[in-house]
T-cell receptor
Framework: GAGVSQSPSNKVTEKGKDVELRCDPI?????LYWYRQSLGQGLEFLIY????????KSGLPSDRFSAERTGGSVSTLTIQRTQQEDSAVYLC????????????FGAGSRLTVL | AQSVTQPDIHITVSEGASLELRCNYS??????LFWYVQSPGQGLQLLLK??????LVQGIKGFEAEFKRSQSSFNLRKPSVHWSDAAEYFC???????????FGKGTKLSVKP
């Protein structure tokens, strides 16, 4: 696609429920990144993919968080048993490859956990 | 540890005034440096980047930034601010060999008429 597409744009869920956030990167971009943006905290790196592999999962805050990417394209970030502290905007970005470093961001998915 | 510091959380300038947003980094390797802007409810848009070469880089919307290795800084400047520049600005650092970027916590810019 022309840009990075994320869905849903807004998600409200109850504590303890699982959520899935989707990212569709720019066509041809082999690297894909997930960040979390909490109020006043800037952007927190979660995970990145080169192709379907995730060389760096160091930012995932707990084992409730997981991500996958299939076909070198769409990625899904899954949060299990959501907690209130998971409330944030989840941003996805893609780049031509992991060495290029020029990231193009989507508009984000705002998650609210009640 | 790798980090990016943006010392100013919130800056207010008058329309037409000059602007400088500060960014300092701590990074072991030769850094790639970036400035992104985020308008309310939007994703981040790249303003400019520095990889190598001329230390003064020009970006979109009339912004420029200067890389000063001795000061570990990459400050963003604009000679005359427009009301539409009101947004949050993020400095980021990365490297050729590293996939992700490390971001600062951002500086929110407000513009007075």
């Amino acid at each position: 696609g022309a840009g990075v597409s994320q869905s849903p744009s807004n998600k409200v869920t109850e504590k303890g429920k699982d959520v899935e956030l989707r990212c569709d990167p720019i066509s041809g971009h082999t690297a894909l990144y997930w960040y979390r943006q909490s109020l006043g905290q800037g952007l927190e790196f979660l995970i990145y993919f080169q192709g379907n592999s995730a060389p760096d999962k160091s930012g995932l805050p707990s084992d409730r968080f997981s991500a996958e990417r299939t076909g070198g394209s769409v990625s899904t970030l899954t949060i299990q048993r959501t907690q209130q502290e998971d409330s944030a905007v989840y941003l996805c970005a893609s780049s031509m490859n992991s060495g290029a470093n020029v990231l193009t961001f989507g508009a984000g998915s705002r998650l609210t956990v009640l | 540890a790798q980090s990016v510091t943006q010392p100013d959380i919130h800056i207010t300038v008058s329309e037409g005034a000059s602007l400088e947003l500060r960014c300092n980094y701590s990074y072991g390797a030769t850094p790639y440096l970036f400035w992104y802007v985020q308008s309310p409810g939007q994703g981040l848009q790249l303003l400019l980047k520095y990889f190598s070469g001329d230390t003064l880089v020009q970006g979109i919307k009339g912004f420029e930034a200067e890389f000063k290795r001795s000061q570990s800084s990459f400050n963003l400047r604009k000679p005359s601010v427009h009301w539409s520049d009101a947004a949050e600005y993020f400095c980021a650092v990365g490297a050729r060999s590293q996939g992700n970027l490390i971001f600062g916590k951002g500086t929110k810019l407000s513009v007075k008429p």
